[in-house]
């Protein structure tokens, strides 16, 4: 069984950055492939980025390219989503997840481990 939280959320100003973090436990971290989603009030829940197992193999959403980056400490057990230049359309829940040694995927299906989410709202 594997544990994630999420943290760093927060209000902020369109423009403005912020960095979350999901802390993992309970299995080897370089043995996940950790994805970030989120989730807008009254829509689906959709794919932001992620991170092979390996992180030889990150993959972005083409509306956050450019402007968020995904790294991973595996000392720390601890997978990061730096988002900057932050819009109002970034407003959501974000959530990591994870899979066992699986490839990275877009869908949220084969993830097995879900955090509790965090909330991120940015204001114009």
């Known amino acids: 069984q594997v544990q994630l939280v999420e943290s760093g959320g927060g209000l902020v100003q369109a423009g403005d950055s912020l960095r979350l973090s999901c802390a993992a436990s309970?299995?080897?971290?370089?043995?996940?492939?950790m994805g970030w989603f989120r989730q807008a009030p009254g829509k689906e829940r959709e794919f932001v980025g992620g991170?092979?197992?390996?992180?030889?193999?990150?993959y972005y959403a083409d509306s956050v390219k450019g402007r968020f980056t995904i790294s991973r400490d595996n000392a720390k057990s601890t997978v990061y989503l730096q988002m900057n230049s932050l819009k109002p359309e970034d407003t959501a829940v974000y959530f990591c997840?994870?899979?066992?040694?699986?490839?990275?995927?877009?869908?949220?299906?084969?993830?097995?481990?879900w955090g509790q989410g965090t909330q991120v709202t940015v204001s114009s």
């Open positions: 997840a994870a899979r066992t040694w699986g490839d990275l995927r877009l869908n949220q299906s084969p993830y097995d481990y």
């Open positions: 309970g299995r080897t971290f370089s043995s996940l492939t």
């Open positions: 991170s092979s197992w390996s992180g030889g193999r990150i």
